[in-house]
């Protein structure tokens, strides 16, 4: 039963990103904490903009709760992997029951150390629906200093080839 219920989160993410144009990328291989990659697109043109992601499905994800969020816990392992990682990287639990997709950013705000390990509270109106593409978008881009950055290298580098 766990197989179908792990499937039925993954398939009900792919579906998500699908509907949007995005495109959802399963990890096939063995992963150590990354279930898939979903690259953004404009337009249905791909942008090279990429978000990790770590599903969970399954009611024993929702058994731990406060009034406005669902916690999951887990190890230091997959804290440190996460907070390493290149891309920026997102939980997201399945509700089987409900059939809802509950996302977080896992980032140095939202990842708790409990002394045991570690908690992420995924907030109960953060579910994966249209609203959740432009704040997802925005995961991806860098501080607005580093934007600025890049712009004033590239007006250079234009610069410099029309010389």
């Known amino acids: 039963m766990k197989a179908q219920t792990e499937r039925l989160g993954v398939s009900k993410l792919d579906q998500y990103f699908s509907s949007y144009g995005w495109l959802f990328r ?47 816990r887990t190890k230091d392992k997959h804290i440190e992997y996460w907070s390493n990682h290149t891309l920026p990287v997102i939980l997201v639990l399945y509700n089987p029951d ?36 432009a704040a997802l978008r925005r995961l991806t881009q860098p501080e607005p200093y580093i934007q600025k950055l890049n712009k004033l290298k590239l007006v250079e580098l234009l610069d410099g080839e029309n010389q």
């Open 98 to 133: 409900e059939d809802t997709l509950y996302w977080q950013v896992v980032n140095e705000n939202n990842v708790v150390s409990t002394g045991k390990g570690w908690k992420i509270e995924v907030p109960k109106d953060q579910k994966l629906e249209e609203g959740s593409l």
């Open 26 to 72: 399963e990890q096939m291989i063995h992963d150590y904490g990354i279930d898939a990659h979903v690259e953004i697109t404009n337009e249905n043109y791909p942008t090279g903009e990429l978000i990790a992601i770590q599903i969970k499905s399954g009611m024993s994800f929702f058994s731990e709760e406060n009034s406005h969020s669902y916690i999951f």
